[in-house]
């Protein structure tokens, strides 16, 4: 629908991944019982690689936020349940009261997403309280820094001063001092979304409702909030958004399809957006040549509302990008392989390759998984590779899995390698199968796990 930043034809193609995005604020509902169609999964032939998933509003109450605490909430754990049999892997998340972000992607890319940071700058009552405000994931993707932010900033007409504000100490506070992490905005992609409660001015309810029903919405674009700020302001302009081809996403009656008709009637907007911004090319000028920019494309491919869902008082807003780069990292620090079949009764052995320029750690683990895993825990054993060494030499190590107990299942396997320092997965292997007869790997260490 919309190019970015697009290359000459005869650069060469590099890899292309798709992001599918999502912002919705669930007004403290439960998760729906399907999600297909938020998640595109009811349409044929669509690729997604990532999925970047933000909402606002979510349960934040006292007795919510400790069971949460404790164990997954239950968005996260619905959205694994939906998305682990499809190998997509829950890489990371950052909570901040009632905002959520989650990011997920294919377990083939693991070893070439790097989590830099997370973070939570709270802006509601003076920049104290979380129920206003952003969170951030900072990563390396393939050796491109991209940022991810989700925000909820404040409501109500009369406050968009204060959205701006808000919008503006949100951006600030996104560095990352006493880190070896450059500036946000010398970050290759941010991709920035929630309730930013942008509002339609001027135009009163009765022209805005007729407006939506005959999807006239042009002469609202140039009404919205956030489209005339953009005007004025050089920075947020440098954020771009896809075509408002939907009706506003706020306020409906809960359960229903119908723009608010209780007393205080409030005027439709779109308050759901979902932006992103590349990084800007250094100018060339005479005396100095310009280098060749890495190749570093953004397409957006859908931009929607989607009406079906009508738990919450907005509609929950999607965006499908196609990522095209030349990949910075083209190999994984460690490759995985295992050796023979997995079908014995004593230990068994993994072989690994590193990278010159990588450093172990004594930390470091690797841990057996059932395809389908949701998250980097969701291990059925591991083994520390230090204390599990049985021989290393140019760059080739092995380690043991002592093992008992492996239940007979037809499931598939994969090994990943954790990198302590990286606080990532460095290198992942082949889906294999453990023929029955083989036994589960028992608890190497008793009392210590890893865990992130």
């Not at 754990?77 to 998305?83: A, E, G, N």
């Not at 009552?125 to 993707?141: A, D, Q, V």
């Not at 560095?175 to 001015?201: T, V």
């Not at 399809?257 to 800007?280: F, G």
């Amino acid at each position: 629908m919309a190019a970015v930043n697009p290359r000459k034809l005869t650069e060469p193609r590099g890899k292309t991944l798709s992001i599918h995005v999502v912002t919705w604020n669930v007004a403290s509902a439960a998760p729906p019982l399907d999600l297909s169609d938020l998640l595109q999964l009811n349409k044929e032939n669509l690729s997604v690689d990532m999925y970047v998933i933000g909402l606002q509003e979510m349960n934040c109450g006292i007795m919510s936020l400790l069971s949460d605490t404790a164990f997954e909430d239950p968005w996260s754990s619905f959205f694994m349940d939906v998305l682990s049999p499809l190998t997509f892997v829950k890489v990371s998340s950052v909570r901040m009261q009632g905002l959520l972000l989650l990011f997920f992607a294919k377990h083939q890319h693991l070893p070439f997403v790097q989590i830099l940071s997370t973070k939570s700058t709270p802006t509601g009552l003076f920049g104290y309280w979380g129920n206003k405000g952003g969170i951030n994931i900072c990563l390396k993707l393939y050796g491109y820094y991209v940022s991810i932010i989700n925000c909820h900033l404040p409501p109500h007409m009369a406050n968009n001063d204060q959205r701006l504000q808000h919008f503006d100490r949100i951006l600030e506070m996104q560095n990352f001092e006493g880190q070896n992490i450059p500036n946000i905005l010398d970050h290759d992609l941010i991709l920035w979304f929630g309730d930013m409660n942008f509002r339609i001015e001027d135009f009163g309810l009765h022209f805005v409702r007729e407006s939506i029903k005959n999807r006239c919405y042009s002469d609202l674009w140039e009404k919205d909030q956030l489209s005339i700020a953009k005007k004025h302001d050089p920075l947020l302009r440098e954020f771009q958004e896809g075509p408002l081809l939907f009706p506003p996403t706020y306020k409906f009656d809960k359960n229903s399809n119908n723009y608010d008709t209780s007393e205080k009637k409030r005027k439709p907007a779109w308050t759901d957006r979902i932006l992103w911004r590349l990084k800007r090319q250094p100018q060339a000028n005479p005396h100095t040549p310009r280098l060749p920019a890495p190749h570093f494309c953004l397409t957006l491919r859908s931009y929607v509302s989607h009406m079906v869902y009508c738990i919450s008082d907005h509609k929950p807003v999607t965006s499908t990008f196609d990522l095209e780069l030349k990949p910075l990292v083209s190999a994984p620090l460690i490759t995985l392989i295992p050796e023979g079949l997995w079908n014995m009764e004593n230990d068994m052995l993994i072989s690994y390759s590193l990278t010159p320029d990588f450093l172990s750690s004594p930390w470091d683990w690797i841990g057996l998984y059932k395809v389908g895993l949701r998250h980097i825990n969701d291990y059925v054993s591991y083994v520390w590779v230090r204390d599990n060494q049985v021989s290393f030499n140019d760059g080739l190590s092995q380690v043991y899995f002592n093992v008992s107990n492996i239940p007979e299942t037809e499931d598939q396997f994969l090994l990943c390698y954790y990198s302590n320092s990286l606080h990532s997965v460095v290198g992942i292997s082949k889906p294999f199968k453990i023929q029955p007869g083989s036994s589960l790997a028992e608890d190497l260490l008793g009392e210590a796990q890893p865990h992130i």
